[in-house]
C-alpha cells in the first residue's frame, strides 16, 4: 500500500515523499524490514528515538514520532519523517489497513475481566467448534485454530499487539475461520491494541484486584476495562459483579446478562448440564461462553447440553492423580482467583488441602498480603514459594505474602526454592490429600531478573508423584 493511501485519513504532519510502498509497520527496531514505518515511540522502559539509526540500516522508509522532541542523528533524505498525535494509535490503524481489515470479515468475540479470561475464551471456541463453526482462540496460553494449538513467532501477550494482531486475523481469514475469539487485557485495551480491531461481542466476566499499579491507579484500570463497552457492538455481562455492571451503566450498545441464578435454574432442569465442570467459578466461565453464543443466535439449550464436553485449558484446575494423591496446576494469581479455586477444592476434597503459590515481582504489591490470607484460611498447609520474581528479592515478595496471615502456625512454611516447595509438598501429601500448586498454570519458564529458566509445575509435580510411588512401593 502507498503511503499516501495510508496517510490520506490520518491527522499528521509529513516532511518528505508520500509516494512509496509501505510493507510493515513496527515500533520494534529489531522487527524493521526493506519498506517498513518505524514507529519511535518511547515506552515505559526504552525510547524508540535510541532506535533510528537500526531501524534506517534496517530498510525503514519513514519515521513516525508522536511527541515534540529533538532528533539527534541526520536523517538520510529518503527518508520520510511523520508526526501523528498518537503512536500507537497510528499503528493499530495502519496495522489493519495493510492486513487488509481482516476484522471486518470475521466475527470477533473479545472477553475481559480480572479472572476467567483463557477459560472462557477456550470454552466458546470449544462450543462454536461442537457447533460446527470454524474458530480461532488468541489469548494467554497461545493461538489455536479449531482447538489445535498452532506455532507462530508472535510476542507472549494476552493481548497481541496491533501490528501482530492483524496479520494473525487476515491468516485466520484465509484459513477458513468465521470466528476469532480472543483475550482481551486492560493493557492490551488501554494501549489501543484493539483500537481498529471491529469486536463484535465483547464479554465483561469479573473486575478484582489486578494490574492497579500497572495502571497507576484503580481508577485508570477500570478505564481500561469499560474500554471494551464503547468499542464492541454487543456486550455479554456478569450480573452478580458490580463493577461490571457499573463500567456497562451507560453503554449504549445491546446488552445480554448472565448470573449464578442461571446456573441454578438449569441445575433444577437438568442437573447434568454442568457437573462435568470441577469449581462453581468455572460453571459461571461455561455459562458466560453459553450466554455469548446465545447473543450470536446459537440454541441456548443445544448449548447446554454440549456443556458436559468442555475441556478447560492447559494449567487452570489441570488434574495429576497418584497413590491416592491428587495435585491440580491452576494459573490462579489474584486473590479472588485464589479464593474461587480453593473453596471449590476445600467443598470436594475428603482429606487436607495443601497449597503451594507465591506472587509475581514487579506487580502488584497490594494483593500479596490478601493471597497469603486466602490460602491460611482455607488450606490445612501452605507452601510459600516463588512465582516469577523478576527483579524483585524473592524474600521481600515472600514477607508481603506473610503480612497477610494472622496465625503463623508450623503449618504455614516458607521455602523459597518453588521446585523444592513442589515435591515437599506431593512428599508430605497422604492418601486422600490434595495439592494445589497455584500461580503459573500453562507457563514453561520462570523469570528470575532478566533471565528465563525452563521450568513447569505440572512437569515437576508428575515426577514427584512417580518418585512418591516408586519409595512407597
Not at 478505564?223 to 453503554?251: G, P
Not at 432442569?269 to 461455561?286: E, K, Q, S, V
Not at 497418584?322 to 479455586?341: C, F, K, M, Q, R
Amino acid at each position: 500500500m502507498l503511503l499516501s493511501e495510508i496517510l490520506k485519513d490520518w491527522p499528521c504532519t509529513v516532511s518528505g515523499s508520500i509516494g512509496m510502498s509501505v510493507r510493515g509497520i513496527t515500533e520494534r527496531s529489531g522487527n524493521v524490514r526493506e519498506g517498513y514505518i518505524f514507529v519511535a515511540r518511547k515506552g515505559a522502559k526504552d525510547d524508540g528515538l535510541c532506535h533510528l539509526q537500526e531501524a534506517i540500516e534496517s530498510g525503514a522508509i519513514a519515521i513516525v514520532v508522536d511527541r515534540n522532541t529533538t532528533i539527534n542523528i541526520k536523517i538520510p533524505d529518503n527518508i520520510t519523517i511523520i508526526a501523528v498525535p498518537d503512536g500507537r494509535k497510528f499503528i493499530s490503524y495502519v496495522s489493519s489497513k495493510l492486513a487488509g481489515d481482516p476484522s471486518e470479515s470475521l466475527t470477533i468475540i473479545a472477553v475481559t475481566g480480572t479472572n476467567g479470561k483463557t477459560t472462557v475464551t477456550h470454552f466458546i471456541g470449544q462450543l462454536l467448534n461442537m457447533c460446527g463453526k470454524q474458530a480461532a482462540v488468541i489469548g494467554t496460553t497461545g493461538i489455536f485454530s479449531n482447538g489445535r494449538k498452532i506455532s507462530m513467532e508472535v510476542p507472549e501477550m494476552t493481548t497481541l499487539p496491533a501490528e501482530f494482531l492483524h496479520p494473525l486475523l487476515k491468516g485466520c481469514l484465509h484459513a477458513g475461520m468465521e470466528y476469532v475469539v480472543m483475550e482481551a487485557s486492560s493493557l492490551g485495551l488501554s494501549t489501543s491494541r484493539l483500537d481498529h480491531c471491529i469486536i463484535d461481542i465483547g464479554v465483561f466476566l469479573n473486575i478484582g484486584v489486578d494490574h492497579y499499579e500497572e495502571h497507576g491507579s484503580k481508577q485508570s484500570y477500570l478505564s481500561a476495562k469499560k474500554k471494551l463497552a464503547s468499542i464492541a457492538k454487543e456486550l455479554v455481562v456478569n450480573a452478580d459483579d458490580e463493577q461490571c455492571m457499573a463500567l456497562v451503566h451507560n453503554s449504549k450498545r445491546p446488552t445480554i446478562y448472565f448470573s449464578e441464578t442461571m446456573i441454578t435454574d438449569v441445575k433444577a432442569t437438568d442437573g447434568l448440564y454442568f457437573t462435568a465442570i470441577p469449581g462453581r467459578h468455572n460453571r459461571m466461565n461455561a455459562l458466560a461462553a453459553v450466554t455469548t453464543l446465545s447473543s450470536l443466535g446459537f440454541d441456548r439449550m443445544e448449548l447446554l447440553s454440549l456443556c458436559q464436553q468442555l475441556q478447560l485449558p492447559e494449567g487452570r484446575l489441570q488434574r495429576i492423580e497418584e497413590s491416592g494423591v491428587t495435585v491440580y496446576i491452576d494459573y490462579a494469581h489474584t486473590p479472588d482467583a485464589l479464593h474461587n479455586v480453593l473453596s471449590s477444592l476445600r467443598k470436594e476434597c475428603t482429606g487436607g488441602l495443601i497449597t503451594v503459590f507465591g506472587c509475581g515481582g514487579d506487580r502488584d504489591h497490594g494483593k500479596r498480603p490478601m493471597m497469603g490470607e486466602v490460602a491460611a484460611a482455607f488450606s490445612t498447609q501452605v507452601i510459600i514459594t516463588s512465582d516469577n520474581p523478576r527483579n524483585e528479592d524473592p524474600l521481600r515478595i515472600i514477607y508481603e505474602i506473610l503480612m497477610g496471615i494472622d496465625d503463623m502456625s508450623p503449618n504455614i512454611i516458607v521455602e523459597p526454592d518453588r521446585k523444592t516447595a513442589i515435591e515437599r509438598a506431593v512428599f508430605e501429601a497422604k492418601d486422600g490429600d490434595v495439592v494445589l500448586i497455584a500461580g503459573k498454570g500453562h507457563e514453561k519458564t520462570q523469570q528470575v531478573g532478566q533471565m528465563f529458566f525452563p521450568f513447569s509445575d505440572s512437569r515437576i509435580a508428575k515426577e514427584a508423584l512417580q518418585n512418591k510411588k516408586f519409595e512407597i512401593n
